[in-house]
C-alpha cells in the first residue's frame, strides 16, 4: 500500500475506488475473458460480452489507461497482468478479485460499521463461491511450501480447520499420502469445497467434517491442527475459545500452527497487515488482524505450550506454532 505523503497520494486513495469498481465491473462484464478469445474492437467486445456498445467503448478506454488492456489502431487485447491473472487458468486471481468486489457493499458501509451500528451481512451463494474459491487463488502457490516445511509421518492424523477450499489440506494429504488428512468447515464452504476436490482429481483424499468450530466438536484426536486466516474473522473472545477447543482435540506432544496477516504490537504496521484488519472491521462481527505475540499468548492461555514464529513473508503473513 503507498502512503499518502502528497497532496496528488490524497487525490488517487479518493479515485481509489472508481480503478476499482472498473476493475471489478470489467471481470463481471467477462471482457477479459471475451479478449482471451482475440483482441477485438469496441463494436465486438460489446457483442461478445452485450453491453452498450458507446458506455463498454468509454470503460475499455478506462482499462486501457490503467494498463489492464492495450490499444492498437482501434483495437484492444488483453495486457501482460490481465493475461496472466484474469482470464483463468492456474495463475488465476478472478475469485478473489471477485470476492473484494463483493466486499464493496461492507466497505461503503464502514462509516456506519465504525459506529457500531451494523451486524455482519451473510455472504450470499455466489458471494459465497467467489469467497472459497478466492481463498484457493491466494494459497495455491504457498500451500505446497507449507506442506514441504511441516512434514508428516505416516499415519498422522492432520485437522485443517476451516480448511476452505482444500488447498493446503490437499498439497498435505498429496504429499504424505500415508498421513489422514481431515478438513473441517461449514455446509455452506464444503458444498463448494466437494467441487473444486472434484476439479482437481482430489476427491476422497480429504476426509471432510461438516460443522460449526463454534458450536460443534471438531472431532479428534488429531497429531497437528492447522488454522490458517481464521482468526482474524473472530473476536478474541471467540479466538480463545476456538483454541481450548483446539488443545482439546490435539494429543499430548501434537502440534499447532496458526497462519495470520500478523500486524506489528500496537496494529499500525506493517501496511498490509494493518489495512487487512480494517477490511476485517468492514465485513465481520468481531474479527481484526492480531500480533505473532497476541496469538502465541492466546496459544499458551489455550493451555499449548512454548510457542515459536520465524517471522512474516514479505506480505505479512506470518505462523505461529506451538506444542500440546
Ligand atoms: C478465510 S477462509 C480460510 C480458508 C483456509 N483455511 C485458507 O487459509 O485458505 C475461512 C474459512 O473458515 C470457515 N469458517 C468460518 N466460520 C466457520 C465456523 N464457524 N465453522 C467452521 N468453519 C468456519 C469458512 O467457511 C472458510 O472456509
Redesign the pocket.
Known amino acids: 500500500m503507498v502512503p499518502v505523503r502528497s497532496l496528488d497520494d490524497l487525490m488517487e486513495t479518493a479515485h481509489g475506488y472508481q480503478r476499482s469498481m472498473a476493475l471489478f465491473a470489467a471481470l463481471k462484464l467477462g471482457i477479459f475473458s471475451a479478449l482471451a478469445r482475440g483482441g477485438a474492437g469496441a463494436a465486438a467486445v460489446a457483442r461478445r460480452v452485450g453491453a452498450d456498445r458507446r458506455r463498454l467503448a468509454v470503460l475499455l478506454n478506462g482499462l486501457t489507461a490503467m494498463g489492464l488492456l492495450r490499444k492498437t489502431g482501434g483495437r484492444y487485447r488483453n495486457g501482460e497482468v490481465a493475461a496472466s491473472f484474469l482470464v483463468g487458468g492456474p495463475r488465476s486471481k478472478t475469485s478473489i478479485l471477485l470476492h473484494q468486489g463483493d466486499c464493496w457493499r461492507d466497505w461503503s458501509r464502514l462509516e456506519e460499521t465504525v459506529r457500531g451500528g451494523r451486524k455482519e451481512r451473510p455472504l450470499g451463494g455466489d458471494e459465497q463461491e467467489n469467497f ?1 474459491r478466492g ?1 484457493e487463488d ?2 495455491r502457490e504457498r500451500a505446497a511450501h507449507v506442506a514441504a516445511k511441516f512434514r508428516l509421518r505416516p499415519g498422522e492424523r492432520l485437522l485443517d480447520l ?4 482444500g ?2 489440506a490437499v498439497a498435505w494429504a498429496r504429499r504424505y499420502p500415508r498421513a489422514a488428512v481431515t478438513l ?3 455446509r455452506g ?1 464444503l458444498r463448494i469445497t466437494r467441487r473444486i476436490l472434484d476439479e482437481k482429481g482430489a476427491f476422497g483424499v480429504v476426509r471432510l467434517i461438516e ?4 458450536a460443534d466438536p471438531i472431532g479428534g484426536p488429531y497429531d497437528f491442527i492447522w488454522i ?3 482468526l482474524h ?1 473472530f473476536s478474541e473472545k471467540d479466538c480463545r475459545a476456538l483454541l481450548r477447543k483446539a488443545r482439546r482435540a490435539v494429543v499430548a506432544g501434537g502440534r499447532v500452527a496458526v497462519q495470520e496477516f500478523l500486524v506489528d504490537e500496537g496494529g499500525a504496521s506493517p501496511p498490509g497487515p494493518a489495512f487487512f484488519s480494517v477490511h476485517m472491521v468492514a465485513v465481520t462481527e468481531g474479527g481484526r488482524a492480531y500480533s505473532a505475540r497476541e496469538v502465541a499468548g492466546m496459544l499458551r492461555a489455550a493451555g499449548f505450550g512454548k510457542t515459536a514464529f520465524a517471522g512474516s513473508d514479505p506480505r505479512g503473513v506470518g505462523i505461529v506454532t506451538a506444542r500440546a
Do not use: E, K, R, V
Open positions: 472459497i481463498m491466494n494459497a476451516g480448511g476452505g477450499p488447498t493446503y473441517f468447515d461449514t464452504t460443522g460449526d468450530f463454534l490458517s486466516h481464521i474473522a
